[in-house]
């Protein structure tokens, strides 16, 4: 045969669609010189034809037609005699194009360029997704889950390429089946084996970075900053954010009327609580928001070793600390400071609380309703309770009761 069938002979590169086709045709083209300078010492007198429409490849031979007895180089010159043998009407002085019959490479020859193509190809594959997802770190992309294993997931994009999920980057309540589709960003392009491996994350900062751009277009505008985001996955992230119009305020643009650009965020992060506060660079006006959703009486400040003692009154404490301490590490993260928290009579606080909304996602909210009413908004409030009392002073069964008690005290054995 005097071609060869790219689609034929090299069926294994139909998959390389990533790769555009010059580049594809450059490297085929290479191939194939590498061949011709094996077997005639150099490529100068040969042209390779790719025709990537067909997949069809050509090797065309030129040399300059001689009188016979005058040939000095065989790869560039070819004797009359020889000349019209194929062609009768050549004159000396032309040139001789002909097609080199690729059996004449010999079988092991055609095979040696088949895998050297096939490295090729595979560390182009390789090039093109590093650089690919390389520049889209830090992106949200959405992908669709092929395998669920123990300790990752396994997604894969629009173009097939797969996608790397780890257990340690999935937020704790993630729960993923076969064939849906996920969003998590893209965290890094790992080298595993000389093999890239994409690994996406749902716990980094930047998810939710890029979520809020996501619904809060004055983020995307440049009108609102993101200052810095601390989270504890699917318990509580903290969000300060500053705006650089005086008529924006950063904080209402990021939640929405009535909530309604958070939600969707929060949704997204299986119910994790936002708290979204203005950034300041008075450090004790930061320490102060930072501990939302309590209120601080007054605070104490070592700016010189980052340390502050906070004053509450005694219904605070527990809102400031959070449930098992969540809020007041989110702080520290966040200002930079370590936090200490006090009463307001300057006592430490011995006696660890949590407030009861903090159980909102395993107490039914009506069920905290009740115990509210009768005066029980923290976890020791209720525990200092025998079930009797709480039996007959609410409208609840004895069986719920239970129930809240053992989650409650759960909580309590936890932290100790």
Same mark, same amino acid.
């Given at each position: 045969? @005097?071609?060869?069938?790219?689609?034929?002979?090299?069926?294994?590169?139909?998959?390389?669609?990533?790769?555009?086709?010059? $580049?594809?045709?450059?490297?085929?083209?290479?191939?194939?010189k $590498?061949?011709?300078r094996?077997?005639?010492?150099?490529?100068?007198?040969?042209?390779?034809?790719?025709?990537?429409?067909?997949?069809?490849?050509?090797?065309?031979?030129? =040399?300059?037609?001689?009188?016979?007895?005058?040939?000095?180089?065989?790869?560039?010159?070819?004797?009359?005699?020889?000349?019209?043998k194929?062609?009768?009407?050549?004159?000396?002085?032309?040139?001789?194009?002909?097609?080199?019959?690729?059996?004449?490479?010999?079988?092991?020859?055609?095979?040696?360029?088949? &895998? $050297?193509?096939?490295?090729?190809?595979?560390?182009?594959?390789?090039?093109?997704?590093?650089?690919?997802?390389?520049?889209?770190?830090?992106?949200?992309?959405?992908?669709?889950?092929?395998?669920?294993?123990?300790?990752?997931?396994?997604?894969?994009?629009?173009?097939?390429?797969?996608?790397?999920?780890?257990?340690?980057?999935?937020?704790?309540?993630?729960y993923?089946?076969?064939?849906?589709?996920?969003?998590?960003v893209? @965290?890094?392009?790992?080298?595993?084996?000389?093999?890239p491996?994409?690994?996406?994350? =749902?716990?980094?900062?930047?998810?939710?970075?890029?979520?809020?751009?996501?619904?809060?277009?004055?983020?995307?505008?440049?009108?609102?900053?993101?200052?810095?985001?601390?989270?504890?996955?699917?318990?509580?992230?903290?969000?300060?954010v500053?705006?650089?119009?005086?008529?924006?305020?950063?904080?209402?643009?990021?939640?929405?009327?009535?909530?309604?650009?958070?939600?969707?965020?929060?949704?997204?992060?299986k119910?994790?609580?936002?708290?979204?506060?203005?950034?300041?660079?008075?450090? &004790?006006l930061?320490?102060?928001?930072?501990?939302?959703?309590?209120?601080?009486?007054?605070?104490?400040?070592?700016?010189?070793?980052?340390?502050?003692?906070?004053?509450?009154? @005694?219904?605070?404490?527990?809102?400031?600390?959070?449930?098992?301490?969540?809020?007041?590490?989110?702080?520290?993260?966040?200002?930079?400071?370590?936090i200490d928290?006090?009463?307001?009579?300057?006592e430490?606080?011995?006696?660890?609380?949590?407030?009861?909304?903090?159980?909102?996602?395993?107490?039914?909210?009506?069920?905290?309703?009740?115990?509210?009413?009768?005066?029980?908004?923290?976890a020791?409030?209720?525990?200092?309770?025998?079930?009797?009392?709480?039996?007959?002073?609410?409208?609840?069964?004895?069986?719920?009761?239970?129930?809240?008690?053992?989650?409650? &005290?759960?909580e309590?054995?936890?932290?100790?």
């Open positions: 045969m @005097a071609s060869i069938n790219l689609i034929e002979a090299f069926q294994e590169f139909k998959d390389a669609e990533n790769i555009d086709r010059p $580049t594809m045709m450059k490297v085929v083209e290479d191939v194939f $590498t061949l011709l094996k077997k005639y010492g150099s490529d100068d007198n040969f042209d390779v034809i790719v025709n990537a429409e067909k997949g069809d490849l050509e090797i065309i031979r030129r =040399r300059l037609i001689v009188e016979d007895g005058e040939v000095i180089d065989p790869l560039s010159e070819v004797g009359y005699s020889d000349a019209i194929i062609e009768p009407d050549f004159e000396v002085g032309e040139d001789l194009y002909e097609e080199i019959n690729m059996i004449d490479f010999g079988r092991r020859a055609i095979l040696a360029a088949k &895998q $050297t193509l096939a490295s090729r190809i595979s560390d182009l594959k390789k090039n093109v997704l590093i650089k690919k997802y390389g520049d889209r770190i830090g992106d949200i992309i959405s992908a669709e889950v092929y395998q669920v294993w123990k300790k990752e997931v396994l997604l894969l994009d629009e173009e097939g390429n797969e996608l790397i999920l780890p257990k340690s980057e999935q937020i704790p309540q993630d993923f089946k076969k064939g849906e589709n996920i969003r998590a893209v @965290a890094r392009v790992d080298l595993k084996n000389n093999t491996v994409i690994i996406l994350s =749902r716990t980094s900062p930047m998810f939710l970075a890029k979520l809020l751009e996501i619904e809060v277009p004055e983020i995307f505008d440049g009108l609102i900053a993101i200052k810095k985001i601390v989270r504890d996955p699917g318990e509580r992230a903290k969000v300060a500053e705006s650089y119009d005086d008529r924006i305020d950063p904080v209402g643009a990021c939640v929405g009327m009535k909530g309604s650009r958070i939600h969707g965020i929060v949704r997204e992060l119910n994790e609580n936002i708290d979204v506060i203005n950034h300041t660079t008075n450090i &004790q930061l320490i102060q928001r930072s501990l939302t959703p309590a209120k601080i009486s007054y605070m104490e400040l070592d700016n010189d070793k980052k340390h502050a003692e906070v004053f509450l009154k @005694a219904d605070q404490v527990s809102l400031a600390i959070g449930r098992r301490g969540v809020n007041i590490k989110l702080a520290c993260e966040l200002t930079g400071y370590e928290v006090f009463r307001e009579d300057e430490v606080v011995d006696e660890f609380d949590i407030d009861l909304d903090e159980f909102s996602d395993e107490i039914e909210a009506w069920v905290i309703d009740e115990f509210k009413r009768i005066g029980c908004d923290t020791r409030s209720i525990l200092n309770l025998s079930p009797d009392e709480l039996e007959r002073r609410t409208d609840l069964e004895k069986e719920t009761i239970e129930d809240v008690l053992k989650v409650l &005290q759960a309590f054995d936890e932290e100790a």
